[in-house]
């Protein structure tokens, strides 16, 4: 099973946000979805044997900073699990991501604690000639190992991190419902290929402030032998900004839902809440 599987939040952001085909090389996006300053706050809820537990936070916050003397978005999430299911299944994730401004992904790293588990991934990118990406990969397990890998590819691809700041530009209003997505992610040794299918729109009102939002709803899907699985549902605001409101997550161990609890700085104005 991929370990991804076992990261609620940290993948979910990135997957409800990936909606582009992969294409060649690293192209620069202008950035119309988000700006320095945004800072964003999820719940976590976890279901266990029918009840609904609060089972933590979620912060993504977007500043502007310097990297290798250039000016850069830096991107940093972190998700925290609650002391009361911790019992179940502990999870403690900081990721920090540099991207540039015309979001091509330049720096990757993520710290995770889940169950019984510690490593690290980190992602160096590298440009070395027109139309090919060179990537410096590393993991670290919990025992200390540590595996360095060296990948060069004609594809786009991304880490968690820069696909979730750069695919919340991209214009999905030519697809059509049913559609299937494709595009490549990077972690800290591999570079796998991922699906996205487009289930069309949906209004959904926040449980918790009875907010109602126009959205886009997607599915990851991971493909098991032969079969493919739904992994999870997600909501994303059908306006420029592209906030991810509702994830629905199926997982191993449970069922999980995320919902935005406050949204700091936004760019665009949202015009996908219903009044």
Same mark, same amino acid.
């Given at each position: 099973?991929? *370990? #991804?599987?076992?990261?609620?939040?940290?993948?979910?952001?990135?997957?409800?946000?990936?909606?582009?085909?992969?294409?060649? @090389? !690293?192209?620069?996006?202008?950035?119309?979805?988000?700006?320095?300053?945004?800072?964003?706050?999820?719940?976590?809820?976890?279901?266990?044997?029918?009840?609904?537990?609060?089972?933590?936070?979620?912060?993504?916050?977007?500043?502007?900073?310097?990297?290798?003397?250039?000016?850069?978005?830096?991107?940093?999430?972190?998700?925290?699990?609650?002391?009361?299911?911790?019992?179940?299944? /502990?999870?403690?994730?900081?990721?920090?991501?540099?991207?540039? !401004?015309?979001?091509?992904?330049?720096?990757?790293?993520?710290?995770? *604690?889940?169950?019984?588990?510690?490593?690290?991934?980190?992602?160096?990118?590298?440009?070395?000639? !027109?139309?090919?990406?060179?990537?410096?990969?590393?993991?670290?397990?919990?025992?200390?190992?540590?595996? %360095?890998?060296?990948?060069?590819?004609?594809? &786009?691809?991304?880490?968690? /991190?820069?696909?979730?700041?750069?695919?919340?530009?991209? %214009?999905?209003? !030519?697809?059509? &419902?049913?559609?299937?997505?494709?595009?490549?992610? @990077?972690?800290?040794?591999?570079? %796998?290929?991922?699906?996205?299918?487009?289930?069309?729109?949906?209004?959904?009102?926040?449980?918790?402030?009875?907010? #109602?939002?126009?959205?886009?709803?997607?599915?990851?899907?991971?493909?098991?032998?032969?079969?493919?699985?739904?992994? /999870?549902?997600?909501?994303?605001?059908?306006?420029?900004?592209?906030?991810?409101?509702?994830? %629905?997550?199926?997982?191993?161990?449970?069922? @999980?839902?995320?919902?935005?609890?406050?949204?700091?700085?936004?760019?665009?104005?949202?015009?996908?809440?219903?009044?």
């Amino acid at each position: 099973m991929n *370990r #991804k599987r076992f990261i609620p939040l940290t993948l979910l952001l990135t997957l409800l946000l990936c909606i582009a085909s992969p294409l060649r @090389a !690293q192209i620069p996006l202008e950035n119309t979805a988000f700006s320095s300053g945004e800072n964003l706050e999820y719940q976590l809820y976890f279901n266990w044997k029918f009840i609904w537990l609060k089972a933590g936070t979620a912060n993504l916050n977007i500043t502007e900073k310097k990297y290798d003397g250039n000016t850069a978005y830096r991107c940093h999430l972190i998700t925290t699990g609650s002391k009361r299911t911790d019992k179940f299944f /502990v999870m403690r994730d900081t990721l920090v991501g540099y991207i540039s !401004q015309d979001l091509i992904p330049l720096y990757y790293r993520k710290g995770a *604690r889940e169950g019984k588990r510690y490593y690290i991934d980190e992602v160096r990118y590298e440009y070395p000639s !027109q139309g090919q990406t060179l990537l410096r990969q590393r993991t670290v397990n919990s025992e200390g190992i540590v595996h %360095d890998t060296i990948n060069t590819t004609l594809n &786009e691809v991304y880490d968690m /991190v820069s696909m979730l700041m750069r695919a919340r530009s991209f %214009d999905p209003t !030519q697809f059509h &419902e049913g559609q299937r997505l494709n595009f490549y992610m @990077a972690d800290g040794n591999s570079i %796998d290929p991922q699906i996205l299918i487009y289930r069309g729109k949906k209004n959904f009102e926040m449980e918790q402030t009875g907010e #109602k939002y126009r959205c886009l709803v997607f599915s990851f899907v991971e493909k098991v032998g032969k079969k493919e699985k739904e992994v /999870v549902t997600f909501y994303i605001t059908d306006d420029k900004n592209h906030l991810p409101v509702r994830l %629905d997550l199926f997982l191993r161990f449970g069922t @999980a839902k995320a919902f935005l609890k406050k949204a700091e700085n936004i760019r665009n104005p949202q015009t996908s809440i219903i009044n």
